[in-house]
């Protein structure tokens, strides 16, 4: 999804009243808020077959798996996001009705208005949740993509992927050819 800053600045807590009576989804980080737009339908197709070949094996874990419209509390006093998927094994979050708070996997499909957001600011503050052991950039406009797992303290060690490879993330015990990322998926402009 595409974010475009909205004015004006505002605390947390107005954040969380006004937002939910907004006809659009707002991502907020800073006391700013980020209209979250529609994605490219590659961008949509790359997600679901994500979400469809990872589900089954997480709810056989234990955990839970979520898409796009559930937000991410960065913590009680900084930034709300709206990941494309997340996962998390936390007894919190299982029970979870309005944010995840303690994911172990984020995941983001890139699209040129949101590829410098994603990979900067968001990835700072992703960093910054203790329980996050993975973070996946999928392409979509080409088959690639990057996977950051948490090593040593402040460590993040980087793994890019490319045709013909197999996508492993170890933080649910899960690897997927990536060309099944992009089954379907057609990289054409349309007209």
């Not at 991502?27 to 589900?55: C, K, Q, R, W």
């Not at 419209?69 to 006093?77: F, G, N, P, R, T």
């Amino acid at each position: 999804m595409i974010a475009t800053p909205h004015a004006p600045k505002m605390t947390v807590a107005e954040y969380l009243t006004w937002e939910p009576q907004q006809a659009l989804r707002y991502e907020y980080s800073n006391g700013e808020v980020f209209a979250m737009t529609g994605g490219s339908i590659p961008h949509n197709d790359i997600a679901i077959n994500l979400l469809t070949a990872l589900h089954p094996h997480i709810r056989a874990i234990g955990c839970r798996i979520n898409m796009a419209d559930v937000k991410l509390q960065i913590s009680d006093l900084s930034a709300y996001y709206y990941p494309d998927l997340i996962v998390s094994c936390d007894p919190q979050d299982l029970k979870a009705s309005q944010f995840i708070q303690s994911p172990k996997l984020i995941v983001e499909v890139l699209s040129p208005g949101t590829a410098n957001k994603d990979r900067g600011d968001k990835f700072i503050d992703y960093q910054r949740i203790p329980t996050l052991q993975e973070y996946l950039l999928i392409n979509s406009q080409k088959i690639s993509a990057e996977c950051y797992r948490r090593g040593e303290g402040r460590m993040w060690l980087y793994y890019p992927y490319t045709a013909g490879d197999t996508i492993t993330l170890e933080s649910v015990g899960f690897s997927i050819a990536i060309e099944q990322l992009y089954a379907g998926v057609n990289f054409e402009a349309q007209a």
